[in-house]
Nanobody
Framework: QVQLVEGGGGLVQAGGSLRLSCAAS????????MGWFRQAPGKEREFVAR????????YYADSVRGRFTISRDNALNTVYLQMNSLKPEDTAVYYC???????????????WGQGTQVTVSA
């Protein structure tokens, strides 16, 4: 069992930056692909980024590619999402999740954090 806790959300102006963190307990993260997802009000939860177990491979949604960077520190059991050039449409609750598969399929992520709110003002 993996417990995930996100942090780092907040209110930022358009064009600004935030770094989200996801700390794990219960098991080490190096056995899992880690993903970031987000859910805006009235919308379905969507994939944002994922990083493979060894941190050698990453993949991003088209909407964030070039602005967001996912990384992980397996020694600290923590995953990060650096978000730059933020836009109002990035406003959402951001969730980290763990999977044994390298996928952006939400259904294949059994472990989820509670989410952290990111609000980007125009």
């Amino acid at each position: 069992q993996v417990q995930l806790v996100e942090g780092g959300g907040g209110l930022v102006q358009a064009g600004g930056s935030l770094r989200l963190s996801c700390a794990a307990s219960g098991r080490t993260l190096n056995s899992y692909t880690m993903g970031w997802f987000r859910q805006a009000p009235g919308k379905e939860r969507e994939f944002v980024a994922r990083i493979f177990k060894s941190a050698g491979s990453t993949y991003y949604a088209d909407s964030v590619r070039g602005r967001f960077t996912i990384s992980r520190d397996n020694a600290l059991n923590t995953v990060y999402l650096q978000m730059n050039s933020l836009k109002p449409e990035d406003t959402a609750v951001y969730y980290c999740a763990a999977s044994q598969f390298y996928t952006d399929d939400i259904g294949r992520y059994p472990y989820w954090g509670q989410g952290t709110q990111v609000t980007v003002s125009a």
